[in-house]
């Protein structure tokens, strides 16, 4: 082991060592510093080219330049910004921040969404779902970023920002929404003909409940939840968790996630006054959260019976979405002082940037205002990121499923849920270890067009803005930076891969 | 057991109750804040593309757009150009007079109550500052003799002086005298200076300057030590001035020091986030003849040109003036309530002929014979489709679109009109390959004549123009070579190619700026091209202050050019400015910086 790590840590430097010489090399040919003063009729010309050629050593030959630069690295200096003179450290300090603001939510989402339409795929193998499942994933595998970008931008921040306007919900929409909710379901559930149209029918029945409650209620207007939507969808949640956790049999951890639930819709009240009296942060949210998952594992072991840490894992599981549910109400209740606010005018989806300018009236608003910023490039990165999980996922549910230990699972009369949950999609994982790590580590590198098309000024901004500015110690900082990440990438998931699956050795 | 737990989760389900049954019923955004965000209705937003990075737009990086819009919003200034690139002097904030043209005397005084928004009196102290990092006569370092420290800043060791500005002009000048009130300034050239009036102007504050340099409290006292260490020559205390100046002004977000951000204009800065906006509020102080038209201004960046026109089409940005291409003004010609103008920019492309690399257009290819050199290139330049560029290239995107038919003038500016009606530019106004045809058979060259044409590459206007112009010029009887390169702009002058176009970048009117261009040897001389009499008139020029002798002059240049057939002006680059017209009214974009910014005073919002 401890021979792998260091035959693996020194191959891994030379490998960093050889990209910067030839990244920098390469930026070296491909940038023109001076290329601004080329066409320039300043009668200063002369000078200021001597100046900036003097000040970027630029008669020096590349490699002693490179030299000059990696011997800055040790001390931590990563060079200069030459136009504004910033110092590249700084300028990576925010510009991390930045892309992890913007790509965090996106991942996560991303990864919950693929490997969920993954298994549910793999489940329909060859079905109708499948297929769509798998025409839609390659058609969003291949688009664009910039021309997703555009699009969302035109309908979903300019064409819904209008339609708030004058918000009405045309007929169509209702028979949209209730053949689009009755197909996906009934075609994702499957059976039997009368099954498929008993799913289908509820399944309409619920999208053109919350179409119309939508409707009736001016939402788009007046957004929020109210007690009784809590109660409904706490419930809902509560029952859909432990089915998939431990089964509807389990009656302890339904009444363990059933209780979480009334807990969350008694509480509705109270938590208002918590939001009045208490001056709200993310510090606080996410300790409320913790306290939250707490509660949870409090209440399912005061359910107990002879498993109850799976009873406790249940009611856990339930009382963070239901905890979520009363956080978005109180958001919610915002929306109407936010969207008429002097500098938001009715449009409260933005196409660019991280926040509205000078827009500063308290934690709420300022949450919906990052909301309504981070929407769109969320969108984008999660429609053109799930598609490579859901593929991933979809191909190792399929190994597993064949496997022998699948067929002993359900010869020895274990439930379909128990064989999906515990046997298969666990198993299903495992691959996945190894991707999931290489694209976390990696999105510190940024998004280079997303965060350019939405004016977010993260790492891949500074790499593509420098570049085309023709400053190369931020391009070389990225690059080195990146070059780091994804050694150790690799390295973090050969290690998760053979911790997890036994299977697997490291070896010297 | 069983029967506890259930009693347990009674008892917690209705304490949870109980606590419930005392909230109130509603609860609506407690701490919110009034929610309206300040003066709202009279704010607008203006997109831009590059964020603001140094308060000092005069030392050698600090000066770009990105820059100096901001500045012109907040700091006046004692004359600035008009949207007819006309210079008009700004009276209310100070004077100036030409005392004797020889030696060339000017005399500036500041007007009386102009004060820095943290309430000192702007004065000559002010204008002294600027012209000592401006002459460079103080120095004591060369400019490419500079050691740069690690934030890219001039090393100044042992009292060493480097002000480190990016201004030519003021070198021949003498230290300036400075009045017994403080208010004026008296300016003496060593030799006549054409482009005397644009070459002096308030910069940053001198007494911040000389605060934060030599450590004073005292705003007066501070002036007064820097005025005796300029006066003086004092390198021990200059060394730290010129330090302060070229790195104390750099800042990306709202500096803590708010003396490091004072204004004497229209406008104050009130906040700024590190790449994403700057903030800008009227200033209550300022009396001038400028005031701000908006209360609240803020610049918004963005880089990405088709982002911005989203921007302004879901009402994040109020005002943008992106480069114009053919996306751009499409898209932004199809959005409602959106009032577009189209311009020209300070930039314009041209056409030059090589004369000193041996090819087509060199008389030593001819065995020194110039008169069939000339006949080559006028035929060149006579079968040069100008009219058709601009038909099919900048008339889509500019409102009466025109040839450029000056090489010294940009259009619209003064004495344009002039210039054109006698510099003999005529001669080439319309494309005639058969009468190219004609000369070149005059001439006894054979064609077809290889032309090795250079270009940028990844450039779609400049691939179109090579389209345009190849079919016709074959008619004539040239082979356009496509020398196209991505490395155009350090290829500039080498010889490998015949003919080349591409844009030159004016910044002022300055008539003294294009002798390097066209006078023999000049740094912009890129093609050759060497004539006496054109340097002796550029000689002349340059000492010449009256604005008609300049004109005159001017044309007398000119005509030679075209007379030797030197290549052609095509067109200025069109530009393009957009406002949302609920929000904005009185927008009128300049041809050079500021472009949009320009006339803010005029700006107001629709009733």
């Known amino acids: ?508 | 057991m069983k029967i506890r737990r259930i009693t347990a989760a009674a008892t917690a389900v209705a304490l949870a109750a109980a606590l419930a049954a005392c909230a109130p019923p509603e609860d609506e955004d407690g701490g919110d804040g009034d929610g309206n965000g300040g003066n709202a209705d009279t704010s607008i937003t203006v997109g831009w593309n590059q964020p603001f990075y140094s308060y000092n737009s005069d030392t050698s990086n600090g000066n770009a757009t990105a820059n100096s819009i901001i500045l012109y919003l907040m700091n006046s200034g004692l004359n600035y150009y008009d949207a007819n690139q006309e210079l008009i002097a700004d009276e209310s904030f100070g004077s100036y007079e030409l005392l004797s043209e020889d030696p060339l005397t000017v005399e500036y005084t500041i007007a009386d109550g102009v004060e820095w928004s943290d309430g000192t009196p702007v004065d000559a102290s002010d204008l002294l500052l600027a012209w000592a990092a401006g002459s460079g006569v103080v120095n004591t370092v060369e400019a490419d003799a500079v050691e740069r420290d690690e934030s890219n800043y001039p090393v100044l060791d042992d009292g060493a002086v480097f002000f480190d500005s990016s201004s030519a002009g003021l070198g021949f000048t003498d230290i300036p005298e400075i009045s017994e009130d403080g208010k004026s300034l008296t300016l003496t050239y060593s030799e006549p200076f054409a482009d005397w009036e644009v070459q002096l102007d308030v910069g940053v504050p001198a007494h911040v300057t000389a605060m934060q340099a030599l450590d004073i409290e005292d705003p007066q006292e501070a002036k007064d030590a820097l005025v005796d260490a300029i006066t003086t020559e004092d390198a021990a205390a200059l060394s730290p001035i010129a330090n302060f100046w070229n790195s104390g002004y750099d800042f990306t977000e709202l500096p803590d020091d708010p003396s490091l951000y004072l204004s004497n204009g229209a406008y104050v800065l009130t906040d700024m986030v590190d790449g994403q906006y700057a903030t800008l509020e009227a200033n209550d102080g300022y009396t001038g003849e400028r005031p701000a038209g908006i209360e609240t201004v803020t610049v918004s960046w963005n880089e990405d040109p088709n982002a911005q026109v989203q921007q302004l089409e879901n009402g994040e940005v109020d005002l943008m003036g992106p480069q114009a291409t053919t996306d751009i003004v499409d898209a932004l010609g199809g959005i409602d309530g959106v009032e577009l103008e189209t311009g020209v920019e300070g930039t314009y492309e041209h056409l030059d002929l090589v004369f000193n690399n041996g090819g087509p257009f060199d008389p030593a290819t001819y065995g020194g014979d110039e008169a069939t050199a000339l006949a080559v290139r006028q035929a060149f330049l006579t079968a040069l489709p100008r009219q058709d560029i601009i038909d099919r290239l900048i008339a889509p995107l500019q409102d009466g679109a025109e040839v450029r038919d000056s090489q010294l003038i940009t259009p619209g500016a003064p004495g344009y009109d002039e210039i054109i009606a006698d510099n003999g530019s005529d001669q080439y106004s319309e494309s005639d390959p058969a009468a190219a045809q004609a000369i070149l058979a005059e001439a006894g060259v054979t064609a077809p004549i290889d032309v090795r044409t250079m270009f940028a590459a990844d450039n779609v206007r400049r691939d179109n123009i090579f389209n345009i112009i190849q079919p016709v010029l074959a008619e004539a009887g040239f082979n356009l070579v496509d020398a196209r390169n991505a490395d155009w702009g350090s290829k500039l002058g080498d010889g490998t190619y015949d003919a080349v176009y591409f844009g030159w970048q004016s910044t002022s009117t300055a008539v003294t700026e294009s002798q390097a261009t066209f006078g023999t040897g000049g740094l912009n001389n890129l093609n050759g091209f060497s004539d006496p009499e054109v340097d002796a008139l550029f000689d002349q020029l340059a000492v010449t202050t009256d604005e008609d002798e300049q004109i005159d002059i001017q044309t007398q240049i000119d005509t030679i050019l075209f007379d030797a057939a030197y290549g052609l002006t095509l067109f200025q680059f069109p530009s393009v400015a957009a406002w949302n017209t609920d929000r904005l009214e009185g927008v009128e974009p300049a041809p050079l910086n500021p472009t949009i910014f320009y006339g803010y005073w005029n700006w107001s919002v629709p009733e």
């Not at chain 1, 002693?64 to 300028?91: A, C, F, H, K």
């Not at chain 1, 300019?158 to 028979?175: M, S, T």
């Open chain 1, 1 to 508: 082991m401890f021979m792998f790590l260091t035959r693996r840590l020194l191959t891994s430097a030379l490998v960093v060592l050889i990209s910067t010489l030839v990244m920098y090399v390469l930026v070296s040919i491909a940038i023109d510093p001076l290329e601004d003063l080329r066409a320039s009729t300043d009668p200063n010309k002369e000078a200021l080219i001597a100046s900036r050629t003097n000040a970027l050593d630029l008669n020096t030959p590349v490699l002693l330049r490179y030299l000059d630069w990696l011997s800055g690295i040790p001390r931590g200096y990563l060079g200069v910004n030459w136009q504004t003179n910033q110092q590249v450290t700084e300028l990576l300090s925010g510009a991390v921040t930045t892309t992890l603001q913007l790509v965090t939510v996106a991942a996560l989402l991303a990864i919950m969404l693929g490997v969920f339409v993954g298994i549910v795929s793999a489940l329909r193998q060859y079905s109708g779902f499948d297929y769509s499942l798998t025409l839609l994933s390659f058609l969003l595998y291949s688009l664009p970023t910039f021309w997703v970008a555009v699009l969302l931008k035109q309908f979903l921040a300019i064409e819904f920002n209008n339609f708030l306007d004058e918000p009405g919900i045309a007929w169509w929409f209702y028979v949209v929404v209730i053949l689009a909710s009755g197909i996906v379901t009934m075609a994702a559930v499957g059976g039997t003909a009368r099954k498929r149209l008993q799913v289908f029918g509820i399944a309409a029945g619920a999208g053109l409940v919350a179409v119309a409650y939508m409707d009736l209620t001016d939402f788009f207007v007046t957004p929020g939840l109210g007690i009784i939507m809590v109660a409904v969808l706490g419930i809902a949640i509560a029952v859909g968790v432990t089915g998939l956790s431990t089964g509807l049999g389990d009656r302890r951890s339904l009444y363990a996630a059933l209780t979480v639930a009334v807990l969350g819709v008694v509480l509705y009240y109270p938590m208002l006054y918590v939001w009045y009296y208490i001056e709200v942060n993310w510090l606080i949210i996410i300790g409320l959260g913790v306290l939250t998952v707490l509660v949870g594992l409090g209440v399912g072991l005061v359910w107990g019976g002879p498993d109850k840490w799976t009873v406790a894992r249940t009611a856990a599981l339930t009382a963070v979405p239901v905890a979520m549910l009363l956080f978005v109400d109180r958001l919610l209740s915002s929306w109407d002082s936010f969207v008429d606010n002097g500098l938001i005018r009715g449009r409260p989806i933005s196409t660019s940037g991280r926040r509205t300018p000078n827009f500063d009236e308290g934690f709420w608003l300022n949450t919906l205002d990052l909301f309504g910023h981070l929407l769109l490039p969320t969108v984008t990165l999660v429609l053109i990121s799930f598609a490579s999980y859901s593929r991933y996922s979809r191909a190792s549910t399929l190994e597993v499923l064949n496997q022998d230990y699948m067929r002993t699972a359900r010869a020895k009369g274990l439930t379909e849920r128990t064989v999906i949950m515990r046997h298969a999609f666990r198993n299903a994982l495992i691959p996945l270890a190894s991707i999931v790590p290489v694209d976390i580590i990696t999105l510190v590198g940024g998004a280079v067009i997303t965060e350019r098309i939405f004016g977010w000024r993260g790492m891949g901004f500074l790499f593509a803005d420098s570049l085309e500015k023709n400053i190369i110690d931020p391009v070389m900082a990225y690059l080195l930076i990146v070059a780091i990440l994804a050694v150790v990438a690799n390295f973090v998931a050969d290690l998760m891969y053979a911790v997890l699956d036994p299977r697997i050795r490291v070896n010297a």
